[in-house]
DNA sequence: TTGTATGCGTTATCAA
DNA sequence: TTGATAACGCATACAA
């Protein structure tokens, strides 16, 4: 049994330190300005029983009462994909400083987590949430902004709920790096989209369709193959798209909807034994850490999400402060094309 | 402003259903069981309007007056080196179906935060916490033990708190790739060392030194650089090393304290016009899902932290559970001697 | 089967 | 300057 030694409370502080539980309070949360004077002597007397004992305050108890948890939660879908630890941080940095702590969930992609996250944010009346989400409706975005929570989403999907976002223009950035493939002069170009119930795989096949548009380049089905943004399953859909067509049928090259998706296909071309990007040239999404160090290196979209993040969590800060309740503001962070040695 | 609108409570439940306070209370913990009964009608009742207004206990107010919190904290060095973010899938895998839930706390590394951390723990009335941490000592750790909150370590390094911990044994493992190395015929082998301040730095290093001496080999200064177990600053050090001195004096072989610098030290190598494994060998520690993506793909030893997380969530919550509070265990997950194209 | 009353640890109001 | 005291939302012993 947990020894759940009685942990001392201000009552214990007021008693031990011979004053009143409401001068500890005060003594604690610096009151002593406006119309409450504390002595000298007696702050001092309540700091050194406070330290003697131990005494942390319960925040329990003081959200209970003050309607404020000091508490921002971060959604994300996948902690394994680096990218999203980076977003983390770049939220961190942003509330370091500020009184408000961080707490990370991981939805692992899963439309039940994802809704659970919004009770039990509620339920533990956190002040603010960044939402990473690939599949909250705008009724479950209502539900936290009606309970007063400030949240911000980052991506695009959730401008519809009138909340702040920060997102990367993911479709002009998709149509980019394809056109940066035909400019090569690839005139078959795969696509291993993501999940299309997924915004960023609804963007990122956009763009790759508008960019074969432009460039009067038939869109053919038999180029796309479907996969779910993990490494996982990614070799049979490169083998279905290899081995089963005839060689001249072949893409020359890959665009895959992101980084993790686009080096399991380096590795599987591999195994094929065809060379990237002699036989076929292979680009990505994200730029996470990984993509310059795998070989071929990567070429690649980079999403700065540090950034997307210290945004989300700067936008955030605003809103739980002055609370201005202005217009929802979108911010888009600029993407970038990095060409490597992939493609 | 927040519009702060307000949040339904169960005054508001019952009164929407014409019953008491506690009838609610009894409805929504299922507490019809042994000495109160609740009819189905009124039941059925209080859940209508418990839908109807979305009704959402406030845990704060619960957990002041239950003591329990249902909540599990993991505080990690670094949400960026992918070995965490595995851990904490194992750890999520282990509580999910319970009643727990989990919250991640990134310390970045800092004796301050990880301090920090303890303090927030207490507040927050958390149940149980994970820690892997560099810097808490002893007295930390019983700060959190005597609040009654369970402790598991992950890494050996609080043994002496007490708690129970979960973790590889880090010091015959970095023998064993060192005595790889020797094996390959390798004498002038140099560490790449982690901070000496922490366990992991430590015991690598002490492996490194026993499998030299093992092998009668000496240990060299010389061929010791220290650094963060971050990428940042491993180039220098591999400057350092190799263009400062003599080619006959130069190692042959590098061991890095991990495959974040093993990575970084392959690239830098390579920017020195230097060939892995031809002209230098180099190995890793961690396994870390790009090892295998590099080139050439890391020889490192492989350390299961999916698995080290759910054996310390496991534990977590069998201490939770019955509680019986028997010796603390001390569990360690095998390690694994991977050899790649690195080494 | 349901309702009343109490206290969990805080903060905040109001007197003293 | 300080001290009682009333909420905050909930769970539960006990009474009805």
Redesign the interface.
Known sequence: ?????H?PTQEDVAREAGVSRAVVSYVINNRSGGKVRISERTRRRVLEVVQRL?Y??????R??RT?R?QLIAVMVPD??N?FY??M??GI?AAVEGSDY?I????S?DSAAHERAFV??M????VDGVVLVSFHLDVEDVR?L??????TVGIGGRLRAAGIDTVATRERPAAREIVRYLISRGHRRIAHLAGPQDTPPGQLRIQGYHEALEEAGLRYEEALVRYGTFKPAGVAQLIDSMFAASAPEQRPTAVFAANDLMA?EAI?ALGRLGMRVPEDVAVCGFDNI??AE???PSLTTIGQDCQRMGRLAGETLLERLGA???AEPRHVSVPYLLIVRESA
Chains 1, 2 share one sequence.
Request: glycine residues 6%; without cysteine.
């Open positions: 049994m947990p020894s759940e030694n942990r131990g942390q305050p319960n925040v329990n108890a959200s209970l309607r948890s902690l394994t680096p630890p980076l983390i941080r961190q702590h707490v990370v969930y991981d692992d009770d039990m509620l339920r533990r009346h539900r902004t009606q309970a007063g929570i400030q080096i590795r850490p990984a160090l795998v070989t609370g201005a309740r």
